[in-house]
């Protein structure tokens, strides 16, 4: 019998859309050697200057990760099947900021440029009463001089790295668009606009990044409203994301997470794909080759904003396969997991990184159990960085984590039956897989007590130890 061709190509093994998200084996060296795993059902690629195309619902799509969307959302089991009748309380949302430019620029610079003209950064500040002169809307050109020297080794183009691309901007409309068809039409939960501060509260990092994705989103959900909102931000230098604060006995944590005999063996087990990166792109330092951070980085930039893998400027015909990529993809899932689930030291790392943050989340929620599902405010939606997302999925004790890719969410529903209050915690619109469980229908009172170990009582002493 022949088989057509199409079967060679098909994997070896299937992965259903949410299975993507949690792969059995992430924690073994062979999750990332083992190069017929390929993407493990993830997507990495995602148009130039178009919106993402929706993927298979809850596929782990790193260029625009799921979000809970009007065609497929179900209300919390007891709710859809009748047996409890309750209503939407409050809405706590975190999600990394839309697809960008890379943060890391191969060492001997890139082969191929960034554009970024179709997209314009706003940049003005105005007085904050709105009867005196206004400013002039200014928004930033990034141009490439050739007469800098320094750019030879970097990349040419028109564009900040990292920054907002028109993919991301786009992407972030049509999230937006699609939370108000789920919490706004469908639930009659969110309001018509966003303009009571004590209804609605936005928060971002103090990244660039975060603050576009932001307009972005929130103009998906109120696509007519004519103001303007506060995107509530803390001081960079003491931020509870995005590590703000500087934190010593973090890095102490972090160090013991990356000298430990499993790092050791995940190092060991991709020693020639380093070399040959190392060689290819001069990058034998310890930015590139202690940790698959700028690697993949690098190529998920390229990926995601329509770009080719990139090839090494002294050979232009040697070029970053996929086959490469997939393993650098793995390895860097391998490290998500192994930072905030899988290592020993995770639970201390969680707590110093991100223990702030996530007290702030308790202190929401405290609040809403105290007042019954009374209390004023219902939607707090938060422009974050993958490296907030990651810590918090940890804290909820998620099964397998991946690098959380473009736009990943975490939606803590909290519902009001007769006489309780229940949460449902959706990640990427999925009921989060947990090793407490499916967080379907927990008590209020049960995920505070999930997230509550995690906030420490003395952040600075922590810190200091
Ligand atoms: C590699 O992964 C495939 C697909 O899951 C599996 O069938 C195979 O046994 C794995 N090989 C090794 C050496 O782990
Ligand atoms: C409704 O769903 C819940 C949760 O899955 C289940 O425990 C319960 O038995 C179901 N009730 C009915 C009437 O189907
Ligand atoms: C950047 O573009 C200029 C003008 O096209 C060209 O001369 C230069 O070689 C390019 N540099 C890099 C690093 O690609
Ligand atoms: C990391 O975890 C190990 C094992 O529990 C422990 O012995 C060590 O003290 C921890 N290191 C730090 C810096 O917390
Ligand atoms: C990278 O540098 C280390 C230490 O200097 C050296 O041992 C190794 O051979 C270098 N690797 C490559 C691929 O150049
Ligand atoms: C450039 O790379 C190609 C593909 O790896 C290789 O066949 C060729 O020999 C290389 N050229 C030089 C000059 O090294």
């Known amino acids: 019998m022949i088989l057509p061709l199409l079967a060679l190509a098909a994997p070896a093994y299937a992965v259903s859309a949410v299975d993507s998200f949690y792969p059995p084996n992430i924690e073994d060296l062979s999750w990332i050697t083992n190069g017929s795993l390929g993407t493990y059902g993830g997507l990495y690629s995602a148009p130039a200057s178009a919106a993402s195309e929706p993927s298979p619902y809850g596929a782990y799509d790193y260029c625009s990760m799921p979000h809970p969307r009007a065609q497929e959302y179900v209300l919390p089991a007891p709710v859809q099947n009748g047996s409890v009748k309750a209503q939407l309380v409050y809405l706590e949302y975190l999600q990394r900021h839309q697809r960008r430019t890379p943060y890391n620029i191969l060492p001997g610079g890139e082969n191929e440029e960034y554009h970024c003209d179709d997209i314009l950064p706003y940049l003005y500040a105005g ?16 141009y490439s001089d050739p007469a800098n020297p320094f750019l030879d080794d970097y990349v040419n183009g028109t564009c900040q790295y990292p920054q907002l691309t028109i993919g ?70 003491v931020d509870t994301v995005n590590e703000g604060y500087s934190c010593a006995a973090e890095d102490t944590v ?21 070399d040959d990166l190392a060689t290819m792109f001069d990058a034998n330092t310890s930015a ?3 940790t698959y951070d700028h690697f993949s980085d ?19 015909s040697e070029c970053v396969t996929q086959a490469q990529a997939e393993e650098i993809f793995r390895a860097g899932d391998w490290m998500w997991d192994y930072w905030y689930r899988a290592s020993a030291n995770a639970t201390s790392y969680i707590t110093l990184l991100e223990g702030l943050f996530i ?53 803590f529903e909290i519902w009001k039956t007769e006489d309780d209050l229940f949460s449902r915690v959706l990640y990427s619109g999925h009921p989060l897989q947990t090793t407490h469980g499916m967080l379907e229908w927990v008590s209020l009172a049960d995920l505070i007590a999930i997230l509550q170990p995690f906030v420490p009582d003395d952040i600075i002493t922590l810190c200091n130890a």
């Open 127 to 142: 007085p904050a009463s709105s009867t005196a002169q206004q400013p002039l809307r200014v928004y930033a050109k990034t």
């Open 288 to 290: 590139w080759m202690s």
């Open 359 to 411: 007290g702030e989340i308790v202190n929401r929620l405290q609040a809403v159990a105290d007042s019954k599902g009374e209390q004023t405010l219902q939607y707090s939606h938060n422009f974050i960085h993958d490296g907030d997302i990651g810590p918090v999925l940890g804290a909820l004790g998620i099964k397998a984590l991946r690098w959380p890719g473009m736009g990943s969410n975490i939606a």
């Open 168 to 237: 991301g901007l786009l992407d972030g409309y049509q999230h937006g668009r699609d939370l108000w068809a789920v919490y706004g039409d469908r639930l009659g939960f969110l309001p018509r606009t966003p303009e009571d501060g004590r209804r609605v509260w936005f928060r971002s990092s103090s990244s660039a990044l975060t603050q576009d994705s932001a307009g972005g989103v929130l103009r998906g959900l109120w696509p007519h409203y004519s103001g303007a909102v506060p995107l509530h931000q803390q001081a960079a230098s």
């Open 254 to 274: 972090l160090d013991a997470i990356e000298a430990s005999d499993e790092w050791e063996a995940h190092l060991a087990a991709t020693a020639s794909l380093r």
């Open 298 to 316: 690098n190529f998920q930039a390229r990926l995601c904003n329509g770009y080719e893998l990139p090839c090494s400027r002294a050979n232009l």
